[in-house]
């Protein structure tokens, strides 16, 4: 595999490019602060087999106007990349973005039109070589409308119809789409919150994730208790979605 | 599409960690002995902006005693372990960067199987870096090797007024050594910069040998010393009379490739323990049942696994919550040479006398005492016992400090819980020196720990 991973700087996908660098995968990192990349970087270097050097160039979900001199760099450095990562994305809590329009809007544009842009910029590049695989988180929240996290679910399940409908549309020209679906996992994104039941770590995120990619799986949710418990409420009826807390 | 322009400041999220979590619940806080605070350790993944605030960090909690806890009045510690990059390591000096949360099992999970070991391992692999040098850990080679601080070649840190520093033994050498051992109160650990070594396998080639009572016990450990590299062994404290400190003493060195079997040895699957033990379950039989069992088990010589050799007790998840829902201390002392050849004897004695009795009690040599200003050990004998907490553990442990000051001992203080501050003072002569040091970077003592508060009189 020669991955681009943008948002490896931390949580999942700093697992996820962990592994892969382990494994012996070229990888090349984007994201938005050179120091921080350059560390994360140089992590990934030590743990590749024979420490290749692994690339990394900024590139900014808030800034669209950069995705495509950072997949150039990418493609130069990897001479040609055949698997886009996007683990970036931003949270709030509901009560956070109904107090804070600047950061709902924030929210909104990173987390949905910006990942849109950097997706068809990718699959742009993927499909012109003629196959290639897209892998973006969105999550759970984003499969139901729910009371604790309906501004922050939206921008995530415009992001997984995004990712469902390219699936369909492109999956035959050769573009495999991944739409990753973590429940709470424990990153610095969820520091502070009281985790529920089955919540997650990153690093058992990352090895579902990258054995998803690995098999071209265009749904996975992760960790996989997710899959029932999502699938259960989505089947609860209106009232009783009125009624309960989650 | 046109988007709409995003706010700067609202991506740009400043405001540190620790502010940031201060809507969340403040819980209760422990050691690895679970004996319970308020607080809570508020985690990110850059260091520097956590650390702005923080009084105190803590790594993976596995100091047993209040080292890593907040001291009363504040209820945030900053949990490094979310920054755990590696930076640099060059195979030709094996010289290793990384950042202070990195856990030695992470560590090992990438440079073990390439053939490279730390230079001096404690016996469990759920610690981190920043931990490591602020307890100034040692392990079954101290007596060749030193504390794990003798390997350090620089720190990077923030210190009291705000500022990031890099020390190393050239460059603020008070700052350095203070830090080394000097359980987080000098400041905030943020890189360590250490010596890896390079291993002939991955495999251990170990003697082990039954021993009949403390005396054998204490010779066969002298001249274990002498040729091999690693050495410790296990003492049954409810044995006595003749048997008194019968044990089994085991000595290892890295096997050559000739003679360690094909491929890295497989890593152990780890069962754990699900649920607080009710108090009951840990009483004079059990101990007595499981010291006479250990006691028999097989002894011999041969290679074998590295889990089970330096981490035995690794190989069981949340072993800590056997002790039931007091928790439990380790009472872990050095006696010195000049305490004489029946030093532990005596220790011994008085510990029964006392009616202490513990699952495991370890009992290692040690070399000399390295330049870390409060590091732990010192030439002479380490013994550690894990005691349950019951209602007069103070006073047991009040007892045994008094008999090790007679012999000129002292504590593990990443171990302790219990001990008196003029007990403390009376142990370490060193302490002046490492507070004026202390002092000279942080006037107000601002990093300080609950441990600091009960035991170096910081502030509240
Ligand atoms: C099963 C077991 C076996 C052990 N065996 C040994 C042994 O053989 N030899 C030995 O020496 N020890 C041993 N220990 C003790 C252990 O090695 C130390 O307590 C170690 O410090 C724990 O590391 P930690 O990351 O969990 O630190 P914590 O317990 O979280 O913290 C310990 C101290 O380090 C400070 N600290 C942590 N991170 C930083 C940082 N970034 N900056 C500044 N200060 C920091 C904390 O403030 C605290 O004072 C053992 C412990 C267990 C549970
Ligand atoms: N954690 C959970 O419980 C959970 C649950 C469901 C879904 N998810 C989703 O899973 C993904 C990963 O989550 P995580 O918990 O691993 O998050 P995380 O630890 O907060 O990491 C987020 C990553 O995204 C990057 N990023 C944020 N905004 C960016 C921007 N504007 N431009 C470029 N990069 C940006 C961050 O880079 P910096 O280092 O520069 O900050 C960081 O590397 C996210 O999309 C999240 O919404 C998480």
Known sequence: ?246 | MDAPPVPPDALDNRESALQRSNTADVGEIGGWGRVMVPGREVRDENLERLTEDAVLCRGLGRSYGDSSLPPPGVSDVAGTTLADRILSFDPETLALRAEAGLSLRALLRVFFPRGYFVPVTPGTTFVTLGGMVASDVHGKNHHCAGTFGEHVTALKMRVADGRIVECTPQQHPDLFWATIGGMGLTGHILEVEFTMVKIPSPWIYMESERVPNIDAYMTGLAEAAQTWPMTMGWIDVLSSGDQLGRGILMRGRWAEPDEAPEGFPEPKSRPGVPFVFPQFALNPLSVKLFNAAYYRKPVGAGITHPEPFFWPLDAIHDWNRIYGPRGFTQYQCVLPKAAGKDAARRFLEVLSRLGGASFLCVIKDCGAQGRGMLSFPMDGISIALDIPVRDDTQQLVDALNEHIIGDGGRIYLTKDNFTRPEHFAAMEPRLEAFMEVRRRWDPQLRFRSAQSVRMLGDPQ
């Open chain 1, 1 to 246: 595999m020669k991955a681009v991973i943008l948002g490896a700087t931390k949580g999942m996908g700093r697992a996820l490019a962990r592994q892969a660098a382990a494994r012996g995968d070229a990888l090349f990192l984007l994201g938005r602060n050179t120091s921080d990349l350059e560390r994360s970087a140089a992590d990934c270097t030590a743990r590749t087999p024979g420490q290749v050097k692994v690339g990394f160039a900024t590139c900014d979900l808030a800034d669209p106007d950069g995705f495509d001199a950072a997949l150039d760099a990418a493609d130069e450095a990897l001479g040609g990349f055949d698997t886009v990562i996007v683990t970036a994305g931003m949270f709030g809590t509901q009560e956070q973005l109904e107090a804070d329009l600047d950061r709902l809007r924030a929210l909104l544009t990173v987390n949905f039109a910006h990942t849109v842009l950097f997706c068809e910029a990718a699959r742009a590049r993927l499909m012109a070589r003629g196959s290639g695989t897209l892998c973006v988180f969105s999550s759970v929240a984003g499969d139901r409308g729910r009371k604790p996290v309906v501004l922050y679910g939206a921008s995530k399940a415009g992001l997984s119809a995004y990712l469902e409908g390219l699936d369909h549309r492109y999956r035959a020209a050769g573009l495999v789409t991944v739409c990753v679906k973590p429940g709470f996992v424990r990153t610095s994104m969820t520091e502070g919150l009281t985790p529920p039941p089955f919540a997650g770590e990153p690093d058992t995120v990352a090895s579902r994730v990258l054995a998803a990619v690995d098999r071209g799986k265009p749904v996975v949710y992760a960790p996989w208790i997710w899959a029932w418990v999502m699938w259960v409420i989505r089947l609860l009826p209106r009232f009783v979605m009125r009624k309960v807390g989650f």
